[in-house]
């Protein structure tokens, strides 16, 4: 199982049907919800006690997502944290993550001047990347 697999699997991961030409990113219905109300009352309450949390709360409201849909962005971040934890059997160290955020807060800025022309996706988040561009 992958970390990806969980969040699908807690109902923090949208379903995205294709058909040819048209695509659609719709809320995830087929889940388990006790897994999925225990992750998402951690990632509201997270927001209020942890800046990195609140900092993605306030820029997917900004993105224009809902309250329910930024909070599950929040669940997915704290899942992948969570599973690493998990992989790695070492507690939760928020130095070590606010270093890794930093990191990846400085590739996304150097992705950003690199890309000429990005397409709008308001669902996909950069979660590993080559963190060597902006050296």
Do not use: E
């Not at 009352?41 to 800046?51: L, V």
């Not at 900092?55 to 929040?74: E, K």
């Amino acid at each position: 199982m992958t970390p990806d697999q969980l969040s699908a699997d807690a109902g923090l991961g949208p379903v995205t049907r294709q058909s040819g030409k048209s695509r659609g990113v719709s809320f995830r219905w087929a889940c388990n919800r006790r897994l999925r109300t225990a992750l998402t009352c951690f990632a509201d309450n997270s927001r209020h006690a942890c800046a990195w949390a609140a900092r993605i709360y306030s820029s997917a409201r900004g993105r224009g997502c809902r309250h329910p849909h930024a909070i599950r962005i929040i669940g997915r971040a704290w899942l992948r944290i969570l599973w690493r934890s998990w992989q790695d059997r070492r507690p939760y160290d928020p130095v070590l993550h606010g270093a890794a955020s930093h990191r990846l807060t400085q590739a996304i800025s150097c992705l950003r001047k690199v890309t000429v022309a990005r397409s709008p996706c308001r669902y996909r988040q950069i979660t590993r990347g080559p963190w060597s561009l902006c050296d």
